[in-house]
């Protein structure tokens, strides 16, 4: 069997109960500790081993917070396959200290990770439908990499629109917010060739 299938296996069967209760946004949710527990069946039976490496990783710009990246490698000894996240660190969060604030994106980055790898469909988690008490009329709809909403922003961009505009508009995720950035450098160069000629 390959690790190819080894994935497949996982992803087909994997099951993992949301079982964690936030009592302030009153919403179950599952944790990276949570997704990593209901793989371990699956590593001696499949003789695989499932790791996740982060590192805090340049953000490019003075008004991006820090970003921590996460990968999820699924590994045979022989082979790997890995899946990543990339997790903005909240420093404005009100009642955390710096490491709490690290520990909190570190612990998101990993789930959505695993989430990627393990193909977890989390649309109904706390990211989605969570809105900390405020009017559903005053919550942006999320923009994530991969939507059409998402391909429609980058075309956008590169035949020069402004990004402060889907900003506006969307609740941009900080990997998306990156990717959107450069669809935005691509944009502006092409415009100036134009220009130029």
């Known amino acids: 069997m390959t690790l190819n299938d080894k994935l ?7 099951k993992s109960k949301k079982s964690r209760f936030n009592s302030f946004g009153k919403y179950y949710f599952r944790s990276a500790e949570d997704i990593l527990e209901a ?12 790791v996740i490496n982060e590192k805090v990783v340049d953000s490019f710009s003075d008004k991006l917070p820090p970003m921590i990246k996460s990968t999820a490698v699924i ?9 990543t996240a990339i997790v903005g660190v909240d420093l404005n969060q009100k009642g955390m200290q710096t490491p709490q604030q690290f520990g909190s994106a570190s612990s998101y980055g990993k789930k959505y990770a695993l989430g990627n790898l393990f193909l977890i469909d989390d649309t109904q988690d706390s990211d989605a439908t969570n809105n900390h008490g405020k009017s559903t009329k005053d919550v942006k709809p999320s923009l ?6 998402f391909t429609k922003a980058t075309e956008y961009l590169k035949s020069g629109g402004d990004i402060t505009a889907i900003t506006k508009k969307y609740k941009v995720s900080p990997e998306a917010l990156a990717k959107l950035k450069q669809a935005e450098v691509h944009g502006t160069k092409t415009n100036s060739k134009q220009t130029a000629q």
């Open 39 to 50: 793989t371990k069946p699956f590593l001696k039976e499949l003789g695989i081993t499932v």
């Open 75 to 83: 590994s045979d000894g022989k082979d790997q396959i890995e899946a």
């Open 144 to 149: 994530s990499v991969n939507t059409q909403a």
């Open 8 to 14: 497949t296996t996982i992803q087909t069967k994997f």
